[in-house]
Nanobody, 128 residues
């Protein structure tokens, strides 16, 4: 059974940085795609970013341009979302989601319905 667990959320001042982690279990590294989403109160869940490592392609929301990087540790089946220059409007619950299986040359979908598994989320609060 695939399980995802996010960590690393918290309270940070505007302009600060956070590194979120998404640990996956029950799935083999290289056979799935991890994407990051967020949901603010009263708003729909929105795509943040994802990297297709096999194709060497990253997609991200326009709002995050130049403010994030994604890293992974294949041995730990963990991906990391590093965000910097955070803004109050980045406040949300951040989720990682997995599409499994995922073909190496599939396009990254920004639609939440394309993902099969979800973590419980981690709260990110950016104070002004």
């Amino acid at each position: 059974q695939v399980q995802l667990v996010e960590s690393g959320g918290g309270l940070v001042q505007a302009g600060g940085s956070l590194r979120l982690s998404c640990a996956a279990s029950g799935v083999t590294s290289g056979t799935y795609l991890i994407a990051w989403f967020r949901q603010a109160p009263g708003k729909e869940r929105e795509f943040v970013a994802s990297t297709n490592w096999a194709a060497g392609r990253m997609e991200h929301a326009d709002s995050m341009e130049g403010r994030l990087t994604i890293e992974r540790d294949s041995a730990k089946n963990t991906e990391y979302l590093q965000m910097k220059r955070l803004k109050p409007e980045d406040t949300a619950v951040y989720f990682c989601a997995a599409r499994a299986p995922f073909g190496d040359y599939e396009a990254i979908s920004p639609d939440p319905v394309a993902y099969h598994y979800w973590g419980p989320g981690t709260q990110v609060t950016v104070s002004s």
